[in-house]
């Protein structure tokens, strides 16, 4: 947008030129009863708290093409099996759609529906995307491998360069009531971004290298199972030692497995480059599971999987 008029240029900090971005969302309530939802967006930068949020006021949105609920009065409520669809946008100043071409922008879905107004008991997890805003970027974006989703990658806390990935091994194991299924690895070289290479000082400058491990899980209980805090850890050649996962650079979301469903748990170790090139075998002992009041489930069993190296 250029030589806007200046009733519009305080979203742009009251410079007259700047840009616009349109988002076409849908939301459909398929959970069988009303829900609320707050209807927010960002567009990530540097790291999670580097962002810039979809317009709450809705200045460059008409009435009838908002997000909203067309059988519910209520803010941010939605019927049973209601689906809407509408328009958000994002005002950007010319430095900050500059800043995009620094970093590696994420579209970022945010979570946070529930069933009751007070938002008690909230469905969490937010998804994540690209954000594409040029050809060539969009060029860039599909060429790079598909890296998985832990905070690394979705909170751009890194760039990475892969090293050896492999998909589909669907080993499976049984932890109690709750089937473990290894469905991947990649290891990756990390190169943190210029916003949190303070974080990554302890690793020196050989370099750093991430495993992260995807793992299903059949939650096959009578009872919820939280997975934010599994005791895991990672075995080196045996003997040589141990290191436990970095819970910082795992997914937030989910915290837990409901009773009867089915979720995913991403595992994220690291090491200084010039040690793991000399290690030889990784294998990851899984567990234990924990219950809702924290105390130990399955009689604090484990199970071990043998990871790809190479």
Same mark, same amino acid.
């Given at each position: 947008m250029t030589g806007m008029s200046k009733s519009f240029a305080i979203p742009f900090d009251d410079q007259t030129d700047g840009y616009?971005?349109? $988002?076409?969302?849908?939301?459909?309530?398929?959970?069988g009863k009303p829900m609320y939802y707050t209807n927010n967006y960002r567009i990530q930068l540097s790291n999670a708290t580097d962002y810039i949020p979809s317009d709450s006021n809705k200045t460059f949105v008409k009435k009838e093409d908002q997000v909203k609920s067309k059988q519910e009065t209520e803010a941010s409520k939605y019927s049973a099996e209601e689906k809407v669809t509408g328009l958000v946008t994002f005002t950007l100043t010319n430095q900050e759609f500059d800043a995009l071409k620094s970093v590696k922008p994420k579209f970022i879905i945010e979570g946070g529906a529930a069933d009751n107004k007070e938002f008690k008991g909230t469905f969490r997890g937010n998804a994540s995307f690209d954000f594409i805003y040029s050809a060539e970027q969009q060029q860039q974006v599909a060429? +790079?491998? +598909? #890296?998985?989703? *832990?905070? /690394?990658?979705?909170?751009? @806390? $890194?760039?990475?360069?892969?090293?050896? *990935?492999?998909?589909? &091994?669907?080993?499976t194991k049984q932890l109690g009531d709750v089937k473990v299924t290894l469905d991947g690895v990649q290891y990756t070289e990390i190169i943190p971004t210029e916003a949190n290479k303070e974080r990554y000082r302890n690793f020196g400058d050989s370099g750093i290298v =991430? /495993?992260?491990?995807?793992?299903?899980? *059949?939650?096959?209980?009578?009872?919820?199972?939280? &997975?934010?805090? &599994?005791?895991?850890? @990672?075995r080196i050649d045996e003997n040589r030692g141990t290191v436990l996962s970095e819970g910082m650079a795992e997914p937030r979301e989910p915290q837990d497995i409901k009773a009867g469903a089915q979720g995913e748990k991403y595992h994220v170790f690291m090491?200084?480059?010039?040690?793991?090139? &000399?290690?030889?075998?990784?294998?990851?002992?899984?567990?234990? #599971?924990?219950? =809702?009041?924290?105390?130990?489930?399955?009689?604090d069993e484990t199970v071990t999987f043998a990871l790809p190296r190479s």
């Open positions: 616009v971005v349109t $988002a076409k969302v849908t939301l459909d309530n398929a959970t060429s +790079q491998p +598909q #890296f998985y989703p *832990d905070r /690394l990658t979705v909170d751009n @806390l $890194a760039d990475k360069k892969m090293i050896f *990935d492999k998909t589909g &091994i669907n080993e =991430a /495993l992260t491990v995807k793992l299903k899980l *059949d939650n096959q209980s009578s009872q919820d199972i939280s &997975i934010y805090n &599994i005791g895991s850890k @990672l090491f200084r480059k010039d040690e793991f090139e &000399i290690f030889k075998k990784f294998d990851l002992e899984f567990g234990p #599971f924990y219950g =809702a009041d924290g105390k130990g489930l399955f009689k």
